[in-house]
């Protein structure tokens, strides 16, 4: 278990790690199911971009945008302000 901003978490992949910046192809979300054994549909993805959101919910994920500071487009994605709406999303998937 792992501590993301005081939020329990069992894994934490960064786009970084895996040289991959954008996931509208894809390629980023596929890492992590092979490389973690990753469940799509077991996964919360938290981001801020709509475009990386769509992907991963094409591919199964549970999505959420974290909008921090002011408003943005949700683009239909369920949208969370801080870390612990994240770990109460989280909770309620277990």
Excluded at 42 to 67: I, P, W
């Amino acid at each position: 278990m792992l501590q993301c901003y005081g939020v329990a978490v069992d894994d934490l992949i960064l786009s970084c790690d895996h040289g991959h910046c954008k996931g509208d192809d894809g390629k980023l979300f596929r890492s992590a199911i092979d490389y973690h054994g990753i469940v799509p549909e077991e996964t919360l993805f938290v981001d801020d971009s709509v475009r990386n959101l769509d992907c991963a919910k094409t591919l199964g994920f549970h999505t959420t945008q974290m909008v921090r500071y002011g408003w943005m487009k949700s683009g239909g994605h369920q949208v969370v302000r801080n870390m612990k709406q994240v770990q109460k999303l989280a909770e309620e998937m277990v």
